[in-house]
């Protein structure tokens, strides 16, 4: 009687302290998203690592820093590098630091981070959907990576105390795993492996790891849009600064001469009279692996047409045989047809003004940018065969 009496207790002990599943992890989700707006202002500084496995070796990339200050209830602002996109009971506008004359409002969707998503592309900050959550939790799960909508809140922890310490949201591609401080409420780290993503080849995975800090926003930092003098623009891409010596829309192109990978040089001066396709990508990028056979078709599409279809490897951590090899394999791999271009030391991609991959240039007969794209959202082969066909039209 002793001993089942004691097995017992632990067995009820084990079912308080480790994992519940069900409409119970949806309930956690939404304790989760609470604890993250108590407390307003607040400042969340996401810190994400990404860990690219293919064969050999994973390749590790540079931190990658976005903050998120929590205003008021459907308020903030979320910052990564040069952008700032401000929310405002829904509505998302978009800035660039030294582009004082423009903004771009994003398309409305059911969250801010859905809006968010759309406009710059690949976003992969959890916190930006349960800090501005949907009412429906599942929703909200869907919402926390741009590279995988198909998260459902899954299975969550306590301790014996009760407090929510781990809550996982799982998808047939990945398991993205909180650890909740148990004393806040707050996630404090998370790990998410991205099995075979979309674009990649089979036996490859994307592993994606966050930690956050927490703190009082500065007093000093503009917290609200102000439009004054500013125009709108449909497309963040087209943020550009005044003076910017890049590749710019209306402009002309910069020059491009590069090695290709099956031998001989191209250079773009001598498809003057055709309309040219230029995009900068890397065998690390998850969004350029989508956009590469999207490109590919493209060019099967205006195979009869005056256009050319160019792919410009840039920003590899390797050189020489093995960035060949690696960019061989990538090209096989996605049955390539296309030119593909080594741009060994970025110099070519830094002079056209690349910041972030993909990036994709449309060029009129006339040597001019007639349209340029950062990313490859859901639209990106309509919004190129647009600006081709467009491209093909004779000047007025």
Request: charged share 25%; glycine share 8%.
């Amino acid at each position: 009687m002793i001993a089942a009496f004691r097995i017992t207790v632990v067995f009820l002990v084990l079912a308080q302290a480790t994992a519940a599943w069900g409409d119970d992890a949806a309930a956690a989700l939404v304790e989760t998203c609470k604890a993250l707006r108590s407390n307003e202002p607040v400042r969340m500084t996401s810190t994400l690592t990404l860990e690219s496995t293919r064969s050999g070796p994973p390749v590790t990339l540079d931190p990658i820093t976005a903050v998120i200050d929590r205003t008021g209830p459907g308020t903030g602002v979320f910052r990564i590098g040069e952008y700032d996109a401000y929310i405002s009971d829904g509505e998302v506008i978009v800035i660039r630091d030294g582009v004082d004359d423009a903004y771009v409002r994003c398309h409305r969707e059911s969250i801010p981070a859905a809006s968010i998503h759309r406009a710059m592309a690949s976003c992969p900050f959890p916190l930006l959907a349960m800090s501005f959550p949907a009412e429906d939790p599942k929703q909200t799960a869907a919402r926390l990576h741009s590279e995988l909508d198909t998260l459902e809140p899954r299975s969550f922890e306590r301790d014996d105390q009760g407090r929510l310490t781990a809550l996982t949201c799982s998808s047939p591609s990945g398991d993205l795993v909180f650890q909740i401080d148990p004393e806040t409420g707050r996630p404090g780290s998370a790990v998410l492996k991205h099995r075979d993503p979309e674009g990649m080849p089979a036996g490859s995975s994307v592993t994606y790891r966050w930690n956050w800090t927490y703190q009082a926003p500065p007093e000093d930092e503009a917290m609200t849009f102000t439009r004054g003098r500013r125009f709108r623009l449909d497309r963040v891409s087209a943020l550009k600064r005044s003076g910017e010596t890049t590749a710019t829309t209306g402009g002309e192109a910069p020059a491009l001469r590069l090695p290709a990978l099956d031998g001989g040089m191209i250079d773009l001066a001598r498809l003057r009279g055709r309309v040219v396709v230029v995009d900068f990508w890397a065998t690390w990028c998850g969004p350029c692996r989508r956009a590469l056979p999207q490109l590919q078709t493209l060019a099967d599409e205006m195979a009869e047409e005056p256009v050319t279809v160019l792919t410009v490897d840039c920003f590899e951590r390797t050189s020489g045989a093995a960035l060949r090899d690696a960019v061989s394999k990538m090209v096989k791999d996605l049955d390539l047809r296309l030119p593909v271009l080594l741009d060994e030391q970025g110099d070519v991609a830094r002079a056209w003004g690349v910041r972030g991959i993909p990036a994709t240039f449309v060029i009129d007969p006339k040597g001019r940018i007639s349209a340029s794209h950062t990313g490859a959202g859901p639209d990106y082969l309509q919004q190129l065969r647009e600006d081709v066909v467009s491209a093909l039209q004779p000047a007025p």
